[in-house]
Structure formats: structure tokens, C-alpha cells
């Protein structure tokens, strides 16, 4: 059985059209700590690798809780 390593990690571009969001979002993400990151050592500017397992957690881990009220409209509000 072979592998593809180099399949396992994205680029920020790629990571972020794998999330379907912007790669600013993505890089606000990893900055809040929401998305696990590797920063690459030896260049000037950060440059962040993502694997795609770590993504997946991600979409995973978040869900979204069913609200109390189902309506838009606030509670004291009448039509």
C-alpha cells in the first residue's frame, strides 16, 4: 500500500478552498487557535501548511446548537 505524503498537506490556498472560506479567515482561524497550523521555519514571512485530517476535526468538532427560538424576529416584537 503506497501513500501520498505530499497529498496530506495544504497550502493555504488549498486549505482554505478545502473549508470553502476565504484564506483570511482560514489564517484569523489559525490565529484564534480554531484550526491546527504548521508554520514552515527558514523564510522570511510565515508561510502555513495544513493537513487535512486537522481539517476534518475541525468541521467536525463544530456544531451548531438548535437556538431556543426558531423565529428571526425578536420575542417582544409583534407583526
Known amino acids: 500500500m ?15 478552498q478545502y473549508l470553502k472560506v476565504k484564506p483570511r479567515t482560514l489564517l484569523l482561524w489559525v490565529r484564534q487557535g480554531k484550526v491546527k497550523a504548521f508554520a514552515l521555519s527558514g523564510t522570511k514571512r ?11 476535526a475541525v468541521l467536525l468538532e ?18
Request: charged share 25%.
Open 2 to 16: 503506497t501513500t501520498n505524503l505530499q497529498s496530506d498537506w495544504l497550502t493555504v490556498e488549498e486549505a482554505a
Open 62 to 79: 463544530s456544531s451548531v446548537l438548535p437556538s431556543k427560538s426558531l423565529s428571526v424576529r425578536s420575542e417582544g416584537r409583534t407583526a
Open 46 to 56: 510565515r508561510v502555513w501548511r495544513f493537513r487535512q485530517v486537522d481539517l476534518d
